[in-house]
């Protein structure tokens, strides 16, 4: 009876385990939704060369968020719920154009993307930056997966790629790049992806 | 300049209802921001000086992937402007990086010469410590890549991986030695004791530390405690950074510490405390609650000067 009642146990914690598989989300995510991605993307890079700033919903309904201005001195951070209007006051004073940002953070949150952000990275000491965004999962996990974010990075250049199709550091090594400690898979040649328990 | 700062947040737009923001220093401070009192061991002037006298440093043997320009560009980089250490993204620095920055504070000489004397030798001694990085260390310093600016910051990445090759604690107990890799693992972890332990071996600091790694310190009211302490010396607290900047949307937080942070400055308005401190590489402002500053705070630790004689 025990045996058996460890066997089941086993078992659940297995089905568990498999189910944090990064075959529940794969790069078809990237062209199912490619278009408001991509529209996302662009929209953040022509914001942030106005000012820089980075957005993030830090509940679990999507109704509240994380929003990071960047000056040349201070960043301010900011966490508030979406309906109020101290969204746009801020966005005004700092000199955000205040309907793209809110535009970008509503498509953002039809695709429950979390995060984007603009990374810094060095190849052989020169500084790069690449778009990073975070969307949460729309599958089904189970309470236990650790796999919930599906992770994208926008590089300006194309990048280089072992025969896998995992990002490497640069052409000339076959060292992978990680970010944020992930290694990242292909999706073409600016646009890779990786499964985390992180958004960011 | 943080009083400005302050003022500006005390300016309505800000604090409006708000339970909790940051607002980090994304660049270092002025050099004329930093303090410089009387106090110091060594000022900052006598690091610059001394690092002017180096002239055509050679690339050492003991560390060869470690690009001699650089290293002492970032050298003076970090004695002119402490602020800027940064301890990279995704590892476990963050207790040698409020260490370092500490040193810095109190003694930039000490720092320079400490650093220069392990590039060229490959061995250094500071106070009774003697630092012998192993091999391992000698070789990966210079090669931790993708950690934001830490990628080409080679003297902050020897200094952190020296510290900890040498100082060990119990959560470094089934990683003891050093893999490609392990600086974002248990290797590189520094638990509370092993932190305090670090700054009584190389600051010349009195250090009074209250909490432990799962137990809130009983200090009483949080605020009152770290406001006392902050008029007569420097503050580190030991804290659970996993609420303040979230990273997933799970409801429940495991509540242990994660991070050291160095408080810069403490004030309380409207039932709301305002701290400034320094992590990685900037200054942040965080408001928050008392019971959210309870809530986060696992450990407080009290450095005071050591008067001449207690060495």
């Known amino acids: 009876m025990i045996k058996t009642a460890i066997s089941i146990l086993s078992s659940c914690i297995i089905l568990c385990m498999l189910s944090c598989s990064s075959r529940n989300i794969t790069a078809k995510y990237y062209y199912e939704h490619e278009q408001t991605l991509n529209r996302i993307e662009e929209s953040y890079q022509d914001l942030y060369r106005q000012q820089p700033f980075t957005v993030a919903f830090t509940a679990k309904d999507f109704k509240t968020i994380s929003l990071e201005i960047i000056t040349d001195t201070l960043s301010y951070i900011y966490e508030f719920p979406l309906h109020e209007s101290r969204l746009t006051d801020t966005l005004v004073k700092y000199g955000l154009p205040a309907p793209g940002v809110i535009e970008l953070i509503r498509q953002m949150q039809s695709i429950r993307c979390t995060w984007t952000n603009m990374l810094t990275y060095y190849v052989d000491e020169k500084k790069n930056s690449m778009v990073f965004m975070s969307v949460k999962s729309v599958k089904r996990v189970l309470p236990l997966s650790y796999k919930k974010y599906y992770v994208l990075a926008y590089f300006s250049q194309p990048q280089s790629f072992d025969g896998s199709g995992k990002l490497l550091d640069k052409k000339t090594t076959r060292r992978l790049r990680k970010i944020n400690g992930q290694t990242f898979n292909r999706i073409n040649d600016k646009v890779c992806y990786t499964i985390s328990g992180h958004f960011r | 300049m943080i009083s400005d700062y302050l003022a500006f947040f005390k300016r309505g737009l800000l604090t409006g209802g708000m339970l909790l923001y940051t607002v980090s220093q994304t660049f270092a401070l002025p050099a004329n921001d930093l303090p410089e009192d009387s106090l110091v061991t060594s000022t900052r002037q006598q690091a610059i000086a001394f690092l002017d006298e180096i002239k055509g440093l050679g690339p050492s043997a003991a560390w060869p992937h470690i690009k001699p320009a650089l290293f002492l560009q970032n050298l003076r980089t970090n004695v002119e402007q402490p602020a800027s250490i940064y301890p990279g993204n995704g590892t476990n620095f963050c207790g040698y990086g409020a260490l370092t920055y ?14 220069t ?3 060229r030798e490959g061995t250094a001694s500071f106070g009774k410590t003697l630092f012998t990085p192993s091999a391992a260390i000698k070789k990966a310093a210079g090669t931790l890549r993708f950690k934001g600016v830490l990628d080409i910051r080679p003297a902050e990445q020897l200094w952190f991986l020296c ?5 060990k604690g119990y959560l470094n107990f089934l990683n003891r030695r050093y893999d490609p890799g392990d600086e974002d693992r248990f290797w590189a972890s520094v638990n509370y004791a092993k932190f305090n332990r670090m700054l009584r071996k190389l600051l010349r600091y009195k250090v009074k530390a209250r909490g432990a790694d799962l137990v809130r310190p009983r200090v009483g009211d949080r605020y009152d405690h770290i406001n006392e302490r902050m008029k007569t010396g420097t503050v580190v607290l030991y804290i659970n950074n996993r609420i303040i ?21 403490i004030s309380l308005e409207n039932d709301l405390v305002t701290l400034v401190y320094w992590d990685y590489g900037s200054k942040t402002l965080l408001q928050l609650s008392p019971a959210f500053l309870k809530r986060v705070i696992y450990g407080i630790t009290y450095c005071t000067k050591n008067e001449p004689g207690d060495d």
């Open chain 2, 102 to 115: 500490l040193f810095l504070l109190d003694d930039p000489l000490g720092y320079a010469k400490l650093l």
């Open chain 2, 117 to 119: 004397q392990l590039y």
């Open chain 2, 163 to 167: 510290l900890a090759d040498h100082y």
């Open chain 2, 245 to 265: 900047h979230k990273k997933n949307h799970v409801n429940i937080k495991l509540g242990f510490p994660t991070h050291f942070i160095v408080a810069e400055k």
